[in-house]
Nanobody, 120 residues
Framework: QVQLVESGGGLVQPGGSLRLSCAAS????????MGWYRQSPEKQRELVTF????????KYADFAKGRFTISRDSTKSAVNLEMNSLKPEDTAVYYC?????????????WGKGTLVAVSS
């Protein structure tokens, strides 16, 4: 089992910045990547960014490119998401994701989510 705890959400004005953090605990040795998804009332949950732990470059959704940056704390299973130039349409609950592989089984673990609200 893997537990994920997010922090850093809140209310920000358009054009502002926020930093989200996610720390994994429990059986973290089989995590092969971590990332962020988001969900707003009008949409299904969608990928924001995902960082594989094998050294490959992170993947970003088109809306995140150039504005959002994921980083990993290599000393532990934790990732941060720096969000700049925030727009009202970025308002959503942001969920941390950990991708776990055990032999041939793939599992996803999720945090409880943190609300990001972009409004003036």
């Amino acid at each position: 089992q893997v537990q994920l705890v997010e922090s850093g959400g809140g209310l920000v004005q358009p054009g502002g910045s926020l930093r989200l953090s996610c720390a994994a605990s429990g059986n973290t040795k089989n995590i092969h990547g971590m990332g962020w998804y988001r969900q707003s009332p009008e949409k299904q949950r969608e990928l924001v960014t995902f960082a594989p732990f094998n050294g490959f470059s992170p993947k970003y959704a088109d809306f995140a490119k150039g504005r959002f940056t994921i980083s990993r704390d290599s000393t532990k299973s934790a990732v941060n998401l720096e969000m700049n130039s925030l727009k009202p349409e970025d308002t959503a609950v942001y969920y941390c994701n950990a991708a776990v592989r055990v032999l041939d089984d793939e599992m996803d673990y999720w945090g409880k989510g943190t609300l990001v609200a972009v409004s003036s």
